[in-house]
């Protein structure tokens, strides 16, 4: 009998089934890569990825080879490339791809008729999230410091809440026509960027006085490179109501160092259409991708693993293993390390209870 393979496979992790030499070794693992059943996982082997962008790579999506052929074939016969779930038949999958795969966001001119209506409740418009989305023309000697020329905000619906043209603070020197849309006329008599915040500050209190208020009514605020967007309009928002799809983990670029992807490669990789192909860009057509987004990764709930999952987001994550258990830590089995194991972000499901 193998002793040391025995011994080998008792030290694997769980989740991403890494193997160590020794138990301490795999406690210090797990101590440090937060693996939980929030990871995006292959729904062939079961392994935990820390992103999408990962979950790919062990599939061979693209030029890379896959790192367990097994579940690239599989994947390959009954897996969604967009949502990345497996299918037990190929008349499942085929039933699937309708609604995963998402045709572009409306024109804005067609859903403009909404826009008044959703203006008026667009304050004491219930707890859905909404979307930002913001596009710059250039400022300074050279133009190519951002400042806000355009501001769109719509629902979870894709309704608009409120869109204008921005009169920046200072000269433009660049109207960058050729992606905005955007010329001099257009703002001449726009609102001041104080008064488009102040309209898009009101949409996020929903009626409250404060962000923190014990009603907790304040909406969620959706976008692609948020911090960006709101240094634009001079304004700030708490973190623990932002949802950025540039700092999403399972959203973000493989790699040692977390990166974000672009708002367009994450809306052709997970919802399967094309934005910001040419011709003039509107804010519309960001809010809508990015919304869409944080909608599809808030379905995630995780059921298949362990039920409805619980609110993640506390000191559980530094505690989960305190070097105080040490010895105790390295008797437990990989799985039971496994359940122990918190993510050190806020998983998107979570949200659920705050829907419309």
Not at 125 to 130: I, L, P, T
């Amino acid at each position: 009998m193998d002793n040391s393979s025995d011994a080998h496979s008792r030290h694997s992790c769980a989740a991403c089934y890494r193997q160590f030499n020794r138990m301490e070794h795999l406690v210090e693992h797990m101590r440090s890569s937060h693996h939980s059943h929030h990871e995006p996982r292959c729904g062939v082997c079961g392994k935990h990825c820390r992103s999408l962008d990962a979950l790919r790579d062990h599939l061979g999506f693209g030029a890379s080879l896959p790192s367990k052929p097994a579940c690239a074939a599989t994947f390959q016969a009954h897996g969604c490339p967009l949502c990345l779930a497996v299918f037990p038949t190929s008349a499942a999958l085929r039933a699937h791809r309708p609604a995963c795969k998402l045709s572009g966001a409306p024109h804005p001119s067609s859903v403009q008729s909404l826009t008044r209506t959703m203006s008026r409740v667009g304050a004491r418009g219930g707890r859905g999230a909404v979307a930002l989305g913001c596009k710059m023309v250039g400022g300074g000697s050279d133009g190519t410091l951002d400042v806000c020329a355009r501001v769109c905000v719509v629902d979870e619906h894709e309704a608009i809440l409120y869109e204008s043209f921005v009169k920046p603070l200072i000269p433009v020197t660049h109207y960058r026509y050729e992606t905005t849309g955007i010329r001099p006329e257009h703002l001449r008599d726009a609102p001041t960027v104080k008064q488009a915040m102040r309209r898009v500050q009101d949409i996020l209190l929903n009626g409250e006085q404060s962000y923190y208020s014990s009603r907790g009514a304040a909406r969620l605020l959706v976008g692609h490179g948020l911090e960006h967007d709101l240094d634009a309009l001079g304004m700030d928002y708490p973190a623990h109501l932002r949802r950025d799809t540039a700092a999403y983990p399972p959203l973000m670029k493989t790699s040692a160092r977390l990166m974000s992807n672009s708002l367009r490669y994450l809306t052709r990789s997970c919802l399967g259409y094309d934005i910001q192909t040419g011709g003039h860009h509107h804010p519309y057509d960001d809010c809508v991708a990015a919304m869409r987004l944080y909608k599809r990764m808030r379905a995630m709930s995780h059921l298949h693993l362990h039920g409805r999952p619980k609110d993640d987001d506390d000191e559980s994550a530094v505690k989960a293993f305190p070097a105080w258990r040490q010895r105790e830590l390295e008797r437990m089995s990989p799985e039971e390390l496994l359940a122990m194991s918190k993510p050190d972000y806020r998983c998107w499901c979570l949200d659920d209870d705050r829907r419309c």
